[in-house]
């Protein structure tokens, strides 16, 4: 045992019974007959409004209550969830006609109709950060009868079923009844429906009995969902050696984001738990204030891209070597998108060119404020090499070590930090992240090489075409550094051998999930 995960049981108990996921979840379910899954989150949800933030939390919670449009199946193809089918493009790429199920019905009880896509979509184009960069691209959107729903183009828009599909800051459809801001009413058309959150114990769904699922075979996102178990308790467990525990005690029936370490007790305790590993989750990446602070210029910002190494932060986040890939080119190699664009400028650790740079730009000392949390041990480990790395080349880097709860907030205010540190997951659609390539998230990137390099990647109806157009807007990324993509990275995870035909995927799900008595 390591000794980070050497920890006392009497420490690990009581913190298991103050988050509510102690053994009275087990009692109930014996009591009640009801099936029930106890979830190990990594954190408090701060918010339940799926539409309102890109957090990885909310989008794992709440797409079992909320379902989009279209989503994406096990090969990353977009396939319809909510619609009936894809949508009617005009020859121009500007309309968009599509044609919603029949007979889906809300947790309320009543159908869905177009009137609540209308209602829901036009809620997101204002809430959403992604909403808002597709809200920028609408003309209109209108109900055109019952079922019927119709959205008009600016211009052509390559990414628009993407944005729709995309499960992290949903365009989730809801009764338009429900809608408010902030929201207080949590009305899906999911599997599962909202009964009950405690804050600071769990966020508990129940199984919706008017479900329409879809007839396709499950795959991925897509195809056929099924609420088989009664109940869906997420618990907050911040911390991850209690997560580790808990899940070789049999406490949970899942535990997210493991600390990578853990893997060996993970492998030894066979019969007990099932390791998970899931590959190419996703890239930590670093985000620059473009706006305000001393990396509002880009020549500066450029010199600390020279002066990092990402294999050695990465080598800190994750050790294991079959966890993380260095690599710059921000898709893999064999997908449509792969460029080796800008990539020159990657992993270069080079202090001395680093100093010089900085200075040549202006830099005379100015405080470098890394933003970061010990919510994601790989965030905080990385954080560590990252000021070391910049205190090598001169630059003056204060390391801000905050909840994660409140790192959301401060990324928020340009006054208050000049670096942070986070991850996204790695999706088929460029478009989908990070959200620093759209409009007014934290960073407030904006340029007219962005915006004339984007323009042409995304007004391309051509998917053959995209993949090029894509690797200059790569280009601009590297010479105006508004983020640094770190690198690849797998995910570890665990599961009780009593969980039955979960498949890993980046926002882990669990309908059609079922226990083993």
Known sequence: MTSELRIDRRTV???????????????????????????????????????????????????????????????????????????????????????????????????????????????WMEVSPRGKSVAAQVADIAAKGGLTVEINLKSAYAPLLSQLAMASGMAAIMAKESLAQPLREFVGTGPYKFQERKPDQYVLLTRFDGYSARTEAASGYGGKRVAVVDELRFVPVPNANTRVEGALAGQFHYADLLPIEALGRLEKAAGKVVPI??????????????????????????????????????????????????????FPKGTPFYSDAGTAAYNERDPKKAKTQAEQAGYKGEPVRILTSRQYDFHYNMALIMAEQLKRAGFKAELNVVEWATLLQRRADPKLWDIYITHSGLFPEPMLSPPQLGDGAP????????????????????????????????QV?????????????????????????????????????????
């Open 13 to 123: 108990l009581s913190s298991m019974l103050a988050l509510g996921a102690g053994a009275s979840f087990g009692t109930a379910e014996a009591q009640s007959g009801r099936s029930a899954l106890n979830l190990a989150m990594v954190a408090e949800p701060p918010t339940l409004d799926i539409q309102s933030t890109p957090a990885d939390l909310v989008c794992i919670i709440m797409q079992h209550v909320y379902e989009p449009l279209y989503t994406f199946d096990a090969k990353a193809s977009l396939v319809p969830m909510l619609a009936e089918s894809m949508p009617k493009i005009s020859a121009d790429g500007k309309s968009y006609a599509i044609t919603l199920r029949k007979g889906v019905k809300l947790h309320s009880g009543r159908d869905l109709n177009a009137d609540d896509v209308v209602a829901s979509l036009k809620r």
């Open 277 to 330: 590993m899931t590959p190419s989750f996703g890239f930590p990446y670093l985000v620059f204030n473009t706006k305000e602070g001393s990396m509002a210029q880009a020549p500066v910002r450029k010199a600390v891209q020279t002066a990092i190494g990402e294999g050695e932060m990465l080598a800190a986040g994750f050790g294991d070597t079959r966890f993380f890939i260095v690599e710059g080119n921000h």
């Open 443 to 474: 960073g407030w990137w904006n340029s007219p090489a962005k915006t004339a390099a984007l323009a042409a990647l995304n007004q391309e109806p051509n998917p053959t075409k995209r993949g090029p157009l894509w690797a200059k807007v790569q």
């Open 477 to 517: 990324v590297y010479d105006e550094v508004p983020y640094i993509q770190v690198g690849k990275f797998a995910s570890l995870s665990a599961r009780a051998p009593a969980l039955q035909n979960y498949t890993p995927f980046t926002y882990p799900f669990f309908w059609n999930t079922s226990l083993k008595s």
